[in-house]
C-alpha cells in the first residue's frame, strides 16, 4: 500500500489528523492494534475547548454533539462546605466548553473517515515502523494480528498510538527526552442512573480528598473520588462510594447529592508526562505517545487535537507549497501549548487533591490558591482562560 502519510493509531489524535489531511487533498490511513468496537468503547470523560468544538463543526461531525452535548458557561470549585461560581463565559468573552464524551467523539470520527472512503485497519498486530531516518518510511503490520505481514510505503509516518505505542519508540532513546511525574494518588470513577444534581461541574477539595461531579446525560452521571490508586475495586463497596461522594461533595446549606444505581466504576493512576523531541527524521509523534496529563485539568483530548492540528497545517505547507518550515518547527510550535496545559493541570491537581507526603502548611496554600480564585477577577480569569482553552500561538 502506497499513501502520502501512515497513521498508526486511530485514537482521537490519529482520526483528527486523517479526517484533517483529507480536507486538503493529502492521502492518508490508519492502523490500529484494537478492534473497532474496543475503540469506540474507550470511555472517558470529555470536556471539550470551544476551538474544538467549532473544529468539530468545520469538519462536519458535530450534528450528535449540538444535540447530546453540554455547553457549559462555568464550573463550581468547592472546599470547606462552600462552593464558588467561575463565571468561564464572563471571564473570556463569551467562550464555553463542551461536555460530550471521548468514547462519542471517537464514534463521530469513525463514522466520517469511513464515510468519505478513508481506510482504518483494526486489529492489526506486530506493527513496526522503519525507515524514519531516510526518504523512504514504511509501516510493516500483521492485518490480522498475527496474519501475513502488509507494508505501507509513505512519505511521513505518524505515531499517535498512545504510550505503549511503537511511535515514541521509533525515535532513538539517546535523542529522546522524557519528563514524568506520577501522583501518589488516583481516580475511583462511577457512572450512576441518576438525576442531575448541579448544572455543572463542581471540582472538590474536602473531607478525604478531591471529589468532581460531572454529567454524562439528564439520567446517567459521572463521578469520581481520590483514592489510593493501589486500590482494589472490591475494597470500594456503592455504600462506600456514596458516603465518600457525599462527604467531600456536601454543603453548609442541606443541599443532597442525587444517588442512584452504580453500574460502571473502576480506578485510575494519575501521572504526567513529556517526551522531547516529538519528531526524528520523518516521524512525528502526537497525543499520548508524546504526553499525558491528569485529567484534572481537561486538557488531554484538547492536547492531542491540537498537535495533529498544528502537524495537518504543516504538511498542507510541504505538500502544496514545498515549503517544510512548518514541519521542521513541529515539535517546539507543539511543546510550548504542552507544556502550558501540563502547568494547568498539575495545577489543578494539586491545588483539588490531599497528598499525605505534604505538610499542613502546604494543604493550607492550596486553600488559599480556591480562595485567590473567589477574590481575585485576574486569578479567575487566568484559570477561565485556561480551562476554556489558549489561544494558538
Same mark, same amino acid.
Given at each position: 500500500?502506497?499513501?502520502?502519510?501512515?497513521?498508526?493509531?486511530?485514537?482521537?489524535?490519529?482520526?483528527?489528523?486523517?479526517?484533517?489531511?483529507?480536507?486538503?487533498?493529502?492521502?492518508?490511513?490508519?492502523?490500529?492494534?484494537?478492534?473497532?468496537?474496543?475503540?469506540?468503547?474507550?470511555?472517558?470523560?470529555?470536556?471539550?475547548?470551544?476551538?474544538?468544538?467549532?473544529?468539530?463543526?468545520?469538519?462536519?461531525?458535530?450534528?450528535?454533539?449540538?444535540? /447530546?452535548?453540554?455547553?457549559?458557561?462555568?464550573?463550581?470549585?468547592?472546599?470547606?462546605?462552600?462552593?464558588?461560581?467561575?463565571?468561564?463565559?464572563?471571564?473570556?468573552?463569551?467562550?464555553?466548553?463542551?461536555?460530550?464524551?471521548?468514547?462519542?467523539?471517537?464514534?463521530?470520527?469513525?463514522?466520517?473517515?469511513?464515510?468519505?472512503?478513508?481506510?482504518?485497519?483494526?486489529?492489526?498486530?506486530?506493527?513496526?515502523?522503519?525507515?524514519?531516518?531516510?526518504?523512504?518510511?514504511?509501516? /510493516?503490520?500483521?492485518?490480522?494480528?498475527?496474519?501475513?505481514?502488509?507494508?505501507?510505503?509513505?512519505?511521513?509516518?505518524?505515531?499517535?498510538?498512545?504510550?505503549?505505542?511503537?511511535?515514541?519508540?521509533?525515535?532513538?532513546?539517546?535523542?529522546?527526552?522524557?519528563?514524568?511525574?506520577?501522583?501518589?494518588?488516583?481516580?475511583?470513577?462511577?457512572?450512576?442512573?441518576?438525576?442531575?444534581?448541579?448544572?455543572?461541574?463542581?471540582?472538590?477539595?474536602?473531607?478525604?480528598?478531591?471529589?468532581?461531579?460531572?454529567?454524562?446525560?439528564?439520567?446517567?452521571?459521572?463521578?469520581?473520588?481520590?483514592? /489510593?490508586?493501589?486500590?482494589?475495586?472490591?475494597?470500594?463497596?456503592?455504600?462506600?462510594?456514596? !458516603?465518600?461522594?457525599?462527604?467531600?461533595?456536601?454543603?453548609?446549606?442541606?443541599?443532597?447529592?442525587?444517588?442512584?444505581?452504580?453500574?460502571?466504576?473502576?480506578?485510575?493512576?494519575?501521572?504526567?508526562?513529556?517526551?522531547?523531541?516529538?519528531?526524528?527524521?520523518?516521524?512525528?509523534?502526537? !497525543?499520548?505517545?508524546?504526553?499525558?496529563?491528569?485529567?484534572?485539568?481537561?486538557?488531554?483530548?484538547?492536547?492531542?487535537?491540537?498537535?495533529?492540528?498544528?502537524?495537518?497545517?504543516?504538511?498542507?505547507?510541504?505538500?502544496?507549497?514545498?515549503?517544510?518550515?512548518?514541519?521542521?518547527?513541529?515539535?517546539?510550535?507543539?511543546?510550548?501549548?504542552?507544556?502550558?496545559?501540563?502547568?494547568?493541570?498539575?495545577?489543578?491537581?494539586?491545588?483539588?487533591?490531599?497528598?499525605?507526603?505534604?505538610?499542613?502548611?502546604?494543604?493550607?496554600?492550596?486553600?488559599?490558591?480556591?480562595?485567590?480564585?473567589?477574590?481575585?477577577?485576574?486569578?479567575?480569569?487566568?484559570?477561565?482562560?485556561?480551562?476554556?482553552?489558549?489561544?494558538?500561538?
Amino acid at each position: 500500500m502506497r499513501v502520502q502519510v501512515g497513521i498508526v493509531g486511530a485514537g482521537p489524535a490519529g482520526l483528527f489528523l486523517a479526517l484533517l489531511l483529507h480536507r486538503a487533498g493529502i492521502s492518508a490511513v490508519n492502523i490500529e492494534s484494537r478492534s473497532r468496537r474496543e475503540v469506540e468503547d474507550t470511555i472517558r470523560a470529555g470536556v471539550l475547548e470551544q476551538w474544538l468544538v467549532e473544529l468539530m463543526h468545520e469538519l462536519g461531525i458535530g450534528g450528535r454533539m449540538a444535540t /447530546d452535548g453540554h455547553v457549559h458557561d462555568g464550573i463550581t470549585l468547592q472546599w470547606d462546605g462552600q462552593r464558588h461560581h467561575v463565571d468561564i463565559a464572563g471571564l473570556t468573552g463569551g467562550k464555553r466548553v463542551m461536555v460530550y464524551p471521548q468514547h462519542e467523539v471517537l464514534r463521530d470520527l469513525v463514522a466520517a473517515r469511513l464515510a468519505q472512503g478513508g481506510e482504518i485497519v483494526f486489529g492489526v498486530g506486530g506493527t513496526v515502523i522503519r525507515g524514519v531516518d531516510t526518504d523512504h518510511p514504511a509501516i /510493516d503490520y500483521r492485518p490480522d494480528g498475527d496474519g501475513p505481514l502488509a507494508t505501507i510505503d509513505c512519505d511521513y509516518v505518524v505515531g499517535a498510538d498512545g504510550f505503549h505505542g511503537p511511535g515514541r519508540q521509533a525515535i532513538p532513546k539517546t535523542l529522546r527526552r522524557e519528563y514524568q511525574k506520577v501522583y501518589p494518588f488516583g481516580w475511583l470513577g462511577i457512572l450512576t442512573r441518576a438525576p442531575v444534581s448541579w448544572p455543572e461541574l463542581i471540582y472538590a477539595n474536602q473531607g478525604d480528598g478531591f471529589a468532581l461531579l460531572s454529567t454524562r446525560s439528564p439520567e446517567i452521571q459521572r463521578m469520581y473520588v481520590q483514592c /489510593d490508586p493501589t486500590d482494589h475495586i472490591a475494597a470500594w463497596s456503592d455504600d462506600r462510594i456514596w !458516603g465518600e461522594l457525599q462527604a467531600r461533595l456536601g454543603t453548609h446549606d442541606g443541599w443532597a447529592l442525587q444517588e442512584g444505581e452504580i453500574f460502571q466504576k473502576g480506578i485510575i493512576p494519575l501521572r504526567s508526562f513529556v517526551c522531547e523531541p516529538m519528531q526524528y527524521g520523518r516521524l512525528f509523534i502526537a !497525543g499520548d505517545a508524546a504526553h499525558i496529563v491528569p485529567p484534572t485539568g481537561a486538557k488531554g483530548l484538547n492536547l492531542a487535537v491540537a498537535d495533529v492540528l498544528v502537524l495537518s497545517r504543516a504538511l498542507t505547507l510541504q505538500y502544496l507549497h514545498n515549503d517544510r518550515s512548518g514541519l521542521d518547527q513541529y515539535s517546539a510550535t507543539c511543546l510550548r501549548r504542552i507544556w502550558k496545559g501540563e502547568r494547568f493541570s498539575w495545577y489543578m491537581t494539586t491545588m483539588l487533591h490531599r497528598n499525605a507526603a505534604e505538610s499542613d502548611f502546604e494543604r493550607r496554600i492550596h486553600f488559599a490558591d480556591l480562595d485567590l480564585v473567589r477574590t481575585s477577577a485576574l486569578q479567575a480569569g487566568s484559570l477561565a482562560e485556561n480551562y476554556v482553552g489558549l489561544p494558538f500561538d
